[in-house]
């Protein structure tokens, strides 16, 4: 054996509350699960052996759906998520302004502009102020809205008739600010075009690494769109081997035929049709509670949807898109329904990216079809409030229904749209079993396997990982405690070490501590 841990409590996943105290590993894979008296037989003098003086053995986590190389990217940029003031985002971008070279970008992420006191991003006028020499980028937390100074206006070069490009009413002049997915995800585009191979790879590294410290071993990166000629998808691709996890691609383009000649088994991702509640722009069938002007966004015409839908389905890809509003996420079930019954396909797995705020009808369509639903329990565990503010009391209870969809039998996985929140599965598990809301609340075994075997369900992956088994990938988490005897405080438990393909990744050992 090339590793032994012994002495653990040994959540398998493999049958309810399976238990058992030791894990034997061989060429990346497990060999063994049983009793620390089985495996520690299975021991050679060249085997390493970890006692694990009681600590929690589960499969390694995944989180299906966060933006990899953004991720990357946020981890070097200006923190604001905190900031209450336009003031405060200025002084955290001064902060970042300081220690980057003249005409470099800064970047800023996390804000909140519905939560500063002046309900919006700062102007362009208060951004040149605390960056005269680099052009800055803001973006929200949601990454459906952002904002620039005038240094980076000028680059980033927009058509007047953007649509999200927010206008001075009087003037009628760019404020600086990029109101909806079409504008925004533009102006990133030009914000991130000066970076190199060099600078993706090393946000990849930094985005698994974190990754890797809070016990995720497979992470579904949603990438392409945001670099020219999606070179942040070529770089992931040649790269994988020098990462510490395993990565899922899901390739965010349209070009069905261009993701066949790659050889990959699946397109989309957040392919957005509409785009996020803060910004009133998710779509629904019913205005917003606190704009009753406003019913959302509809990014992608409803022919281009089905279009596209039906190609990729009759390609034989497993397909993803974005849908949060209930009007968007029924025109893609029913996109999806449709090219179903045009050319019927076995077990195809497709994606609802979010799936917020699902009809009835989209509920049950989505079990008789069989669809993967990767959600984000974070959102409504963090931002519950929110959602009664948008939506109201109605539109928020059926918002996130976690606890119907797992009942029903559906496969709901859990990720955390990083940078939208930070990667971290404990805090998603706490939010699943433990929401603000008691309708949305799953028992600890669901919240578990939403991160563990539906994760890997959902990338066709469940014969490989989510589970302890023998025969199955060496892809564990340590945890200092028990989440089912912790269970109203999973987020306290500290991931104390990952191991992946049997190799130590992230330990709070620093003696375990090796390269995959």
């Keep these: 054996m090339d590793l032994c841990l012994i002495n653990g409590n040994v959540i398998t996943m493999a049958l309810p509350n399976k238990r058992e105290e030791a894990v034997a590993v061989r060429e990346g894979r497990i060999a063994a699960v049983g009793s620390s008296r089985a495996v520690s037989a299975l021991a ?12 929690t ?45 003249p005409g470099k970008w800064v970047y800023a992420m996390g804000c909140l502009p519905f939560a500063l006191q002046e309900k919006r991003f700062p102007s362009m006028r208060e951004l040149d102020a605390v960056a005269r020499e680099n052009p800055v980028y803001v973006c929200a937390a949601t990454f459906h809205s952002g904002a620039t100074n005038s240094l980076g206006l000028r680059l980033i070069d927009p058509d007047p008739e953007l649509h999200g490009l927010e206008k001075d009413p009087g003037a009628g002049q760019p404020t600086g600010s990029f109101l909806s997915d079409t504008a925004m995800f533009f102006a990133l585009r030009h914000a991130l075009g000066g970076l190199s191979d060099a600078d993706i790879l090393a946000a990849y590294r930094r985005a698994t690494g974190w990754a890797a410290s809070r016990g995720v071993t497979t992470l579904h990166c949603l990438d392409g769109q945001f670099v020219e000629g999606d070179r942040d998808v070529e770089v992931l691709l040649r790269s994988e081997s020098e990462l510490p996890i395993r990565t899922v691609l899901m390739f965010q383009t349209f070009d069905v035929q261009r993701a066949v000649e790659m050889g990959l088994p699946r397109i989309g991702g957040c392919l957005t049709i509409d785009g996020a509640v803060f910004e009133h ?31 990729a389905h009759r390609a034989g890809l497993q397909i993803g898109m974005h849908a949060i509003g209930d009007r968007a996420v029924d025109m893609l079930v029913s996109a999806y329904a449709e090219a179903q019954q045009a050319y019927p396909r076995e077990d195809c797995r497709h994606r609802v990216e979010h799936f917020i705020t699902p009809t009835e009808w989209a509920v049950n369509e989505a079990r008789e079809l069989g669809l993967a639903l990767p959600m984000q329990p974070i959102f409504s565990g963090r931002w519950n409030p929110e959602y009664v503010y948008f939506l109201g009391e109605e539109r928020a209870d059926r918002s996130d229904p976690f606890k119907r969809l797992c009942s029903m039998g559906v496969v709901v996985s859990g ?14 598990i706490q939010s699943a079993v433990n929401n603000p809301n008691p309708k949305r609340r799953v028992s600890v075994e669901d919240g578990l396997r939403m991160f563990t075997i539906n994760g890997a369900w959902v990338a066709f992956e469940e014969r490989e990982k989510g589970t302890l088994e023998a025969g199955k990938l060496a892809d564990m988490v340590v945890l200092d405690g028990d989440p089912y005897a912790q269970c109203e405080h999973i987020d306290e438990l500290t991931v104390e070490m990952t191991i992946c393909g049997g190799g130590v990744v992230h330990s709070r050992i620093p003696e375990l501590a090796q390269a995959k």
């Design 44 to 55: 050679t003098p060249e085997s390493q052996v970890i006692d694990l003086d009681g600590k």
């Design 57 to 101: 053995v589960l499969p390694g986590f995944i989180d299906s759906h966060a933006h990899c190389f953004l991720t990357g990217m946020s981890l070097t940029a200006a923190q604001v998520g905190t900031a209450t003031t336009t003031a405060d985002v200025c002084e955290l971008v001064h902060e970042k302004a300081a220690e980057t070279e």
């Design 281 to 311: 722009t998710a779509l629904y069938h019913e205005p917003y509670t606190d704009e009753p002007s406003l019913s959302g966004d509809l990014y992608i015409p409803e022919e281009k949807i089905r279009a596209f839908v039906d190609e």
């Design 415 to 428: 990720g955390s749209d990083s940078p939208v929140t930070e990667i971290n599965p404990l805090l998603g």
